[in-house]
């Protein structure tokens, strides 16, 4: 009869999970930098020490943050690309790893948000969203992963969301690509952990970034809008998690209930969260 410590169950590797205390000497690459979340994690980590190359479509915007973080005393590198375009995405991550040699941290951030019933989807639309959302993230991280698989040392970052973790009416395509996004963090987080690889999974609820625009403002239930998270306070987070070796945390935190709601109580969560969201639609 095989006795435990035969058997390969994973759990006799003790395993240290890697917590990023400090910045300096740091090479990280973010998207959807030009703006919003990744915008602020770049300024923050190159302030720290970081090597930050910064990737988005609007190489003005990223031109203008290049020109703070340089003159803060930083460094960044400034990577144009769309990241639906896997071409893009290789030219990016070369030029990047020419630059820099490696690259310690990755935040797959990049993504847009839009609000519409599913009936009324066009699916050339659905698709351009999981492109962007979930395949942009997907083609960094192949691309990236192995370097640091192979150096034993990484941490991978992803913007998922709060619905990432719960579906909410009017938005089938997006919530979509975040459980998509959810689902890759947490597998990752169990294939790489051994080599050193940390995954942390990033739900923001709603925040107060150029990511709403005008119409999902108008749509959003009030009690949405006047709990709107600080995109600050959310890097504060992010750093924190990281310095910690969280693997997933969720800002407002308050929020997070709802996951515990939905699992013991599901046909009440599902009456709340149609009712809430529904109404807001009309
Ligand atoms: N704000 C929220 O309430 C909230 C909540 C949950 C999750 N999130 C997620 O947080 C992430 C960041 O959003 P944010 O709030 O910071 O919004 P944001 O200010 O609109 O920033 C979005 C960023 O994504 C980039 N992006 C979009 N499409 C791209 C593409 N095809 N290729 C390259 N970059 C692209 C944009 O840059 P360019 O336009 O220059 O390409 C921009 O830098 C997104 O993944 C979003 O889904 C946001």
Redesign the pocket.
């Known amino acids: 009869m095989p006795c435990l410590s035969q058997c390969h169950w994973g759990i006799e590797k003790i395993t240290v999970k890697p917590k990023l205390k400090s910045y300096q000497g740091i090479t990280a690459l973010v998207?959807?930098?030009?703006?919003?979340?990744?915008r602020i994690f770049s300024k923050r980590i190159a302030a720290l020490g970081a090597k930050v190359a910064i990737?988005?479509?609007?190489g003005e915007?990223l031109d203008e943050l290049a020109r703070e973080i340089t003159e803060a005393g930083g460094e960044a590198l400034v990577l144009p690309?769309?990241?639906?375009v896997l071409a893009e995405v290789q030219n990016a991550c070369e030029k990047a790893l020419a630059r820099f040699g490696h690259i310690d941290l990755l935040y797959n951030?990049?993504?847009?948000?839009r609000h519409r019933r599913f009936l009324d989807w066009d699916i050339e639309d659905q698709e351009r969203m999981m492109r962007?959302?979930y395949f942009?993230m997907m083609y960094f991280t192949k691309l990236l992963l192995p370097q640091m698989v192979a150096r034993k040392k990484g941490w991978l970052v992803f913007?998922s969301?709060?619905?990432g973790k719960l579906a909410t009416p009017d938005e089938s395509a997006y919530v979509a690509t975040k459980f998509a996004t959810t689902g890759l963090a947490e597998v990752l987080s169990l294939e790489v952990e051994d080599d050193n690889v940390h995954v942390l999974n990033v739900c923001?609820?709603?925040?107060k970034?150029?990511?709403?625009d005008e119409e999902a403002l108008r749509r959003m239930p009030p009690v949405a809008k006047k709990t709107m998270g600080d995109p600050d306070v959310l890097v504060d987070k992010i750093i924190a998690a990281l310095a910690k070796g969280k693997h997933e945390i969720t800002y407002p935190g308050g929020i997070s209930l709802g996951y515990i709601v939905r699992a013991i109580a599901p046909n009440f969560m599902r009456r709340q969260v149609k009712r809430v969201t529904l109404d807001a639609m009309e």
């Open positions: 998207t959807g930098a030009s703006s919003g979340i990744g990737v988005a479509r609007n915007a690309c769309d990241v639906s951030n990049a993504g847009y948000g962007i959302n942009g913007t969301s709060v619905a923001p609820g709603s925040i970034t150029p990511f709403f």
